[in-house]
């Protein structure tokens, strides 16, 4: 069994989602409260709260890393994120080059809830604040030596921010220019993000004391990690009244992304003094799956005599070789009986593929004020 905190930011999605999926977590994080209960399930909850307390502590330090007498916790949280992609296509012939680039993103997101759990193993919900237009669905699960996350990002925006760039080599001049424009038909993007990680010096260095403080870091300590993620990306603008914008991309109007992505990188967990822990990650990756997929339009009029696209074809072809950046820190303050924590963390991916590319830039601030009992 793994640890699990479920977060889903919308209500309505977060009730329907919330019921119907984590109802089974929800049996075991109250196991330790229904050992009373009677025979049967009872004795069944009670052995697997049982389970949890002897994992916790097993193989660890206790010289470096302190087990809280108080199993339950509960946090009030708030997250603040963002997304934000840029694509840039190049026009090339024998007397110019042209490049079109554009930028958009959801927008600041803040969101603010609850987290409950024992020994880490808990449910969370968030709901969403502000004027983002979107919706963020999360699953986390961590151990003292791995950690795994799941992340469903969804966002439209009409706003995109575009920068031009045109040099003529024969007539030696160069030109650049850089606007907001306002689309008629939002830009579509769905992201997912399915991330693990592997610590292995558990025995001295807690993940979850800075992932869920569930456990305490009482003496600095490092780790060497290995790691894997999942990633697919798609952003969609093809509507008619984006033609010219189609155009513009090289007559590309839909771009689909498929990553695998491997790498390796370093973990510490720093207490400058009692009570405080500073607990930061790096990992580079390499994309050893980097699948592209593009849909090209051609354009017509329409019945009404409207310029309008057509859909042409679907290009299926394997991106270059890239590097991908990931990383994290956070900052926890602990006391016998509350905690308050502060977490960051940064993505960025690439992808590239003959006159197209681009790159997807993720990050989110999770601050949370807690109690044990």
Not at 71 to 78: G, I, T
Not at 195 to 208: D, R
Not at 213 to 242: F, P
Request: net charge neutral; aromatic share 14%.
């Amino acid at each position: 069994m793994s640890k699990g905190r479920l977060v889903v930011e919308k209500p309505i999605m977060g009730i329907c989602l919330g019921l119907r999926k984590t109802l089974p977590l929800a049996l075991l994080i109250l196991a330790p409260l229904c050992g009373w209960a009677g025979n049967g399930m009872g004795r069944f909850v009670k052995k697997v709260g049982e389970w949890i307390d002897s994992a916790t502590v097993r193989g660890i330090d206790s010289t470096y890393i302190r087990v809280p007498d108080e199993p339950w916790q509960v946090m009030a949280r708030s997250n603040i994120n963002e997304m934000t992609f840029d694509v840039a296509s190049v026009h090339k012939d024998e007397s110019s080059s042209i490049s079109w680039d554009f930028g958009a993103g959801a927008g600041m997101g803040m969101s603010f809830g609850v987290w409950a759990g024992y020994r880490g193993y808990g449910l969370g919900y968030l709901y969403t604040v502000g004027k983002q237009k979107g919706s963020n669905f999360t699953i986390g699960m961590g151990g003292s030596n791995y950690n795994v996350n799941f992340r469903l990002r969804r966002f439209h925006t009409n706003d995109t921010e575009a920068r031009f760039q045109a040099s003529y080599p024969e007539r030696g001049s160069f030109l650049t220019d850089r606007d907001h424009i306002e689309l008629d038909d939002p830009i579509k993007v769905r992201s997912l993000l399915l991330e693990g990680y592997y610590m292995f010096n558990g025995k001295h260095f807690s993940n979850t004391a800075g992932y869920d403080q569930s456990t305490i870091q009482v003496r600095s300590a490092g780790s060497l990690i290995v790691g894997a993620s999942w990633m697919e990306t798609d952003i969609d603008y093809a509507e008619n009244m984006n033609a010219v914008f189609v155009m513009l991309m090289n007559d590309v109007g839909r771009i689909k992304v498929h990553q695998v992505n491997v790498g390796a990188g370093y973990a510490y967990n720093f207490v400058p003094a009692r009570h405080w822990l500073i607990n930061a990650m790096f990992m580079p990756t390499v994309a050893i799956v980097d699948r592209l997929k593009m849909w090209k339009y051609d354009y017509v009029f329409d019945d009404d005599d409207a310029f309008a696209i057509d859909l042409q074809g679907i290009e299926n072809s394997h991106s270059k070789l890239m590097v991908n950046i990931g990383g994290w820190m956070t900052l926890v303050y602990n006391r016998k009986h509350w905690f308050a924590t502060a977490r960051g963390q940064w993505g960025r991916f690439h992808f590239d593929r003959n006159d197209t590319n681009g790159t997807l830039t993720d990050w989110y601030v999770n601050f949370g004020v807690g109690a044990r009992f």
